[in-house]
């Protein structure tokens, strides 16, 4: 049969025994179709069968010149399916059986659907640069093939999988963006899978995905790069996992299998909750836990309390607020203790902390004064004491024992000046034990309350 087009109603069933049909313009077929043989339909247009076809045989939709426009819905019962668009053309093809459809492209515009209710064989489609999905589920590979043209994911929740190349994704809009692989773009597509090699993942001002990002394995470099977003937060589950939101807190996609953060200026990295390991090498670029790079990072946030920071480059670090200049860059550290800090680092303190530190210097030193006076004091003391007894005791003395006498007032000066010297030296090690905490604590390495320092009082008996 042969005509310029064809179009049925949709009421009642069209029945075709069998051969081809071949029209110059489109074939439309609005009602179910039952095939009584295999059956090819050939058009200089679209085909269209919208609403199931049924037979148990084969069928082939042919382009046979320009651009063809295919659609095949509905339920299907049938052997083997092939879709074969003119090669001069620009040609797309849809798939609509309302349950989930899994597409895979093999060659250039070709490739293949499997796990196809009601297609008991193989299902093909060749010269076909775009494909679009139906109510339900869909998932597309890219498998050793490209298209020229685009993927549209249908209504359902749908996948996309690049191939196992270098690729770079671009999500450009809501569920839409741009792969290596396919010149046009895709839309409706919730959930994105990287390759096993490198993939990068750049969000545009704005997109979002419905669903989350896989970079498929650790192995390769997969990157997410908001650096064109604008503020966004970083909520860590593991080291290569988490959920990524925007300024109001919205989430814009969970994400695993991601090895490589870059943000802007603006943007905060909160970690898994464990202790984790922060390193710095430069200005605001470093890795987390070894496996994971950051670059942009402006907040890190510590959930466990648990983590450290080291600086591989100069850092000026105050402990206790968290404020911290790496090589000219302003980080802040929230939740970190403020013995978390380690390697190339100059400490600071706030003024109100500097002038605290500096009233207790004083009042310690003060104290350190006093003590040592105080020990001084009673070494004089004992001494003239000493003195004044042995003079007493030689002049009482007759001159025939005055050889006892002065054995005698020797042995008590030795008595009373160790007894001066051990009053001293018992001091002076408070003295030291106070000078030793100070020091410690200008330092950064004492945790000491600073409200300690003002409770000591030279109590330490000199006399």
Do not use: R
Request: net charge negative; hydrophobic share 25%; with cysteine.
């Amino acid at each position: 049969m042969s005509g310029t087009s064809l179009t049925t109603n949709a009421s009642g069933t069209t029945a075709i025994n069998g051969g081809t049909i071949t029209t110059t313009g489109a074939q439309t077929y609005n009602n179910a179709i039952t095939l009584g043989a295999n059956t090819t339909l050939t058009s200089g247009s679209d085909i269209s069968a919208n609403n199931g076809v049924s037979g148990g045989y084969n069928l082939t939709f042919t382009g046979s010149s320009g651009s063809n426009g295919f659609t095949l819905g509905g339920t299907l019962n049938l052997a083997n399916v092939a879709i074969n668009g003119s090669s001069s053309g620009t040609n797309s093809f849809t798939l609509d059986t309302g349950d989930s459809q899994t597409w895979t492209v093999s060659a250039s515009n070709g490739g293949s659907l499997s796990s196809i209710t009601g297609v008991s064989g193989t299902f093909t489609f060749s010269n076909i640069g775009s494909l679009t999905g139906g109510a339900g589920n869909d998932a597309f590979t890219l498998n050793g093939g490209t298209l020229t043209g685009s993927i549209n994911g249908g209504s359902g929740t749908n996948t996309l999988t690049a191939d196992n190349v270098a690729n770079s994704w671009s999500i450009t809009g809501a569920n839409t963006g741009t792969v290596t692989g396919i010149t046009g773009s895709f839309s409706k597509m919730q959930n994105l899978t990287g390759g096993t090699a490198n993939n990068t993942f750049t969000f545009s001002s704005g997109a979002s995905l419905g669903g989350a990002i896989n970079g498929s394995g650790t192995s390769a470099t997969n990157t997410l790069n908001y650096s064109s977003y604008g503020t966004v937060s970083l909520v860590l589950s593991s080291t290569n996992a988490g959920t990524a939101k925007n300024s109001s807190g919205t989430t814009i996609h969970t994400f695993s299998n991601i090895n490589n953060l870059e943000v802007n200026s603006a943007s905060t990295l909160e970690l898994p909750n464990k202790s984790n390991s922060l390193v710095f090498t430069g200005g605001v670029v470093g890795y987390l836990n070894d496996p994971t790079n950051f670059n942009g990072f402006s907040t890190f946030v510590s959930t466990s309390g648990k983590d450290t920071v080291t600086f591989n480059t100069g850092a000026t670090v105050n402990p206790t607020t968290g404020q911290a200049t790496i090589n000219g860059s302003s980080v802040t550290f929230v939740g970190f203790s403020s013995s978390a800090y380690s390697g190339d680092i100059t400490t600071t303190y706030s003024g109100s902390e500097s002038a605290t530190i500096n009233n207790t210097t004083a009042s310690v030193s003060a104290m350190t004064n006093s003590i040592m006076s105080s020990a001084n004091s009673s070494s004089s003391s004992s001494s003239s004491s000493s003195t004044t007894s042995s003079s007493d005791s030689s002049s009482s003395s007759s001159s025939d024992s005055s050889s006892d006498s002065s054995s005698d007032s020797s042995s008590s000066d030795s008595d009373d000046s160790s007894s001066s010297e051990t009053s001293a030296d018992s001091a002076l090690p408070s003295a030291q034990a106070i000078v030793q905490d100070v020091v410690q604590m200008l330092q950064g390495q004492s945790q000491q309350d600073t409200a300690s320092f003002s409770k000591l009082s030279p109590t330490t008996n000199c006399n």
